[in-house]
Structure formats: C-alpha cells, structure tokens
C-alpha cells in the first residue's frame, strides 16, 4: 500500500517559502552561527532575531503547538513536510520556534505545568528567551528506562535528586532543565520516576563535560550534549512536573511527535549533503572532465 505525503495547495505555498527562505536566508547562517542555542552569543542574536520576527509575521512560529497556545494545531502530516525542509540548515528549528528539546519540554510543561510554571517556565521558553534541557538518558540506560538509578528522595518539603545523566543536550545553555527521576525504586517499571523542574543554577547541578557529537569538537569545547551529575540538588515540591510516579507518561507526551519531527529533520539533512555532492560533481573539472562523468562518482551518486 502507498502511502499519499501530499498536503493541500494552500499548505504547500507555505512550504515552498519555508524552502525558499530556508535555502535563501538561513543555509549561509550555518557557516557564521556556532549554535543557535547560545542566547548570550551577540551575533546569533543579531542574525536570528530578525529572521524570527518574518517568521512571526508569516504565522509560522511554533508551529507544533496547539491552538491553545497559540499555534496553528497543524497534524502530523503537516508538520512531518515543514520539519524536512528545516533540517536543511542548523539554526532553521531555532528561527521558526520549533528547535528540540524545548519544543517537547513546552509540550509537557503545556500539558502538565501548573500555572505557576507555565508563567515561569514555558512563556519564556516559547519566546526563545531562554533555552531548556531534557535531561532522562543514562549512562547505563539509554534506551531502557527501567534501569535509570537517579534517585528522588523527599526530605521535608523539597526533593533531593541523587544520580548522573547523559546526553542532556544544551545543559550548558539551559535556564532549567526537566529530569526524569526515579521516586518510587519498588513501584512497577512504569510507575517508578517523576519529571522534575530544575533550574540550571541550582546547587549540586553540576556538567561534568559537554559530549561533542558530529562536528562539535570537545577539544575545542564545542560540544553540547551535557554528561551532568546531580549531588544532593534540592528542588521544592512544587517543581514536580505532572503527577508522582508519572514520568514515563509525561515522556511519551514529548517524545510521540518528537521521534517524527526528528526523524524528517535527519532525512532533510540527508537530502541536502545529496544536493551537495551532486553540485559538487557538476562544478569540479578534473583530468579533463567535470566529476559528473567519471564513471565512480555517478556510482556513488546512484548508490547514495
Ligand atoms: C544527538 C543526540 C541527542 C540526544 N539528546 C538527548 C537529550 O537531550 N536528553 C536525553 O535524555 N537523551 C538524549 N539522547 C540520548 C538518547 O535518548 C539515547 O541515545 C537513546 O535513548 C538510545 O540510548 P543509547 O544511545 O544508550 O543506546 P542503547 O540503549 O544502548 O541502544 C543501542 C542500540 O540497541 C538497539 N536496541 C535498543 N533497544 C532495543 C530494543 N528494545 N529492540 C531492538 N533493538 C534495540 C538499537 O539499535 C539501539 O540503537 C540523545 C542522543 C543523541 C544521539
């Protein structure tokens, strides 16, 4: 069975001038930009800004929310086509508010926040005025949750959190980070962790080295996904994040559209490193002939 991706005329004029402006304003940002994820960066600000404000202008800002909270409420579908385009370039996610992790963190503070957090904590974040952090895998339990050992223990009435976590990506410019902990060690595997809210100066918080992933060098200490330990951070009760015992719940809410958006943003970037090797064969002459008529390189193009 075939499966039809096509999307109705009026979404697809939109998409070809999310295309457009991506190829056009946002692909050379790449070359200048280190992360868009760095808010104290004064030229990703000067350059991203004004992007943002068209962006805006066009109502294409956030798009994976709701329109509770102000987004067009687009399906999977739509939202699958607009992601594919935007993996073209890094600082694209940032430029239309859609940039992961926080896009899922807004989502479960969206679902399960009280309305003291969703002022602290999601308003912001949905401005870009701060960046967040996701912070659940393990060193020892990356895809399997029920081993996680980072541990919560109520003491009074705040939360101490005991543990290390790995691949917290953008920990090191995060105001807060959500962490998935476990509170119930006895409970059944889907019941035994919680979410909770952890602001990024809060004490015992600490990155013990930015993992560089790709062309993030560590060396140079460009790397962003966070290796954090958690000694004795206290967080009040309030910083629980939807029910005791729900965090596996409170996952699946952000990671079901996640997975998607994520995998249409790789095949996007696939897609671009494609047009960048065919351009390349097309424009570079050697031993008498451009590449696009060696025999090799049309192998690699076919088989790529
Ligand atoms: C770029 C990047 C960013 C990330 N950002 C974050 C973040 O911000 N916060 C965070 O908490 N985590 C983050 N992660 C971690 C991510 O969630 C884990 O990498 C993922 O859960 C897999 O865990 P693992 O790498 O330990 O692989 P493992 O759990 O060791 O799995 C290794 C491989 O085993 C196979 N496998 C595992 N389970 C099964 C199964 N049930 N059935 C069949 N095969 C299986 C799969 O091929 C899998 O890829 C990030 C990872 C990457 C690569």
């Keep these: 069975m075939a499966w039809n991706f096509e999307t109705d005329p009026q979404f697809q004029q939109e998409l070809d001038w999310i295309d457009e402006f991506v190829r056009e304003e946002v692909e050379p940002l790449d070359f200048i930009i280190k992360t868009p994820y760095d808010l104290n960066d004064p030229v990703r600000n000067e350059l991203i800004k004004p992007l943002q404000k068209l962006v805006q202008q066009r109502k294409l800002w956030a798009c994976h929310l709701g329109p509770e ?31 992961a992790p926080d896009t899922g963190n807004s989502e479960i503070l969206a679902h399960f926040g009280t309305p003291e957090q969703k002022e602290k904590y999601l308003e ?20 399997d949750p029920k081993v996680f050992r980072t541990r919560a223990e109520l003491d009074g009435d705040e939360w101490v959190i005991n543990g290390e976590k790995w691949f917290s990506s953008n920990a090191r410019y995060a105001s807060f980070l959500i962490a998935m902990v476990v509170t119930d060690p006895d409970g059944s595997p889907y019941h035994q962790q919680s979410m909770f809210l952890v602001p990024r100066d809060t004490p015992g918080l600490e990155i013990i080295r930015n993992i560089g992933l790709g062309t993030e060098s560590e060396a140079e200490d460009r790397g962003s996904h966070g290796y954090v330990r958690y000694d004795n951070v206290r967080v009040p009760q309030k910083n629980l994040l939807g029910p005791c015992g729900g965090g596996f719940v409170v996952a699946q809410t952000r990671l079901g559209g996640g997975r998607i958006h994520h995998a249409m943003r790789t095949s996007g970037r696939v897609q671009r490193i494609f047009d960048m090797m065919c351009e390349r064969a097309l424009s570079r002459t050697t031993q008498g002939e451009l590449l696009s008529q060696k025999q090799m390189v049309q192998e690699m193009i076919a088989d790529s």
């Design 69 to 99: 909270l102000g987004g067009p409420g687009y399906g999977q579908v739509k939202l699958a086509l607009m992601n594919e385009i935007l993996g073209r370039a890094k600082c694209a996610s940032t430029i239309f508010g859609t940039q």
């Design 124 to 143: 912001p974040l949905l401005r870009n005025e701060i960046v967040s952090c996701y912070s659940m895998t393990e060193p020892q339990g990356g895809a």
